[in-house]
Antibody
């Protein structure tokens, strides 16, 4: 069964950094685009960033542009999100998902919680 | 591209038919996906490209629309369907989501 497992979340002070990881299993990772989606407490879903299958092209939400960097290691089937200059409003559960504009986002990981607070 | 949904909340009973609408701020062809999220769980893909049912999703779910207006229909609500539903456009980045529609028990 296809699986995604996020890690790296935690408590960080405003202005700090965090690196999220998403380990993929049971599908051909280097054939698919991937994305990060977050959900602030009690709020809806927000697409954060996406990356093409070989990492050539990336995209970001305006709210994270210049602060977050998405990358991937296809040899180790892992997706990353480097988050710098973190703000209180970045507090959320961060999900990774396999992404295809034609067939939607599936599967999703279980999420990793990021809390930005002093 | 901005996505709006209506209604934001919907109270219904088991067996009811439910309709959720989603509107895009510009034409996006059929590049709309629908997700279901139960409390405490990750979202789950229900429908992609407006009307194609994801494998394993019950046939009581259906989607339609093109351009700017889209609809998700649940023909006969089941207990496991009480959840929040999101539309998402995949026409252009950022792939924005709608604000969600929560279906709860009447």
């Amino acid at each position: 069964e296809m699986q995604l497992l996020e890690s790296g979340g935690g408590l960080v002070q405003p202005g700090g950094s965090l690196r999220l990881s998403c380990a993929a299993s049971d599908f051909t990772f280097n054939s698919y685009a991937m994305a990060w989606v977050r959900q602030a407490p009690g709020k809806g879903l927000q697409w954060v960033s996406g990356i093409t299958n070989r990492g050539v092209s990336t995209g970001y939400a305006d709210s994270v542009k210049g602060r977050f960097t998405i990358s991937r290691d296809n040899s180790n089937k892992t997706l990353f999100l480097q988050m710098n200059s973190l703000r209180a409003e970045d507090t959320a559960v961060y999900y990774c998902a396999r992404d295809n504009p034609m067939t939607g986002m599936t599967p999703w990981g279980q999420g990793t919680r990021v809390t930005v607070s002093s | 591209i901005q996505m709006t949904q209506s209604p934001p909340y919907l109270s219904a009973s088991v067996g009811d038919g439910v309709t959720i609408t989603c509107r895009a701020s510009q034409s996006i062809s059929t590049y709309v996906n629908w997700y279901q999220q139960r409390p405490g769980n990750a979202p789950k893909l229900l429908i992609y490209t407006a009307s194609t049912l994801q494998n394993g999703v019950p046939s009581r779910f259906s989607g339609s629309g093109s351009g700017t207006d889209f609809t998700l229909i649940i023909s006969s609500l089941q207990p496991e369907d009480f959840a929040t539903y999101y539309c998402q456009q995949s026409f252009g980045t950022p792939f924005t989501f709608g604000p969600g529609t929560t279906v709860d028990v009447k």
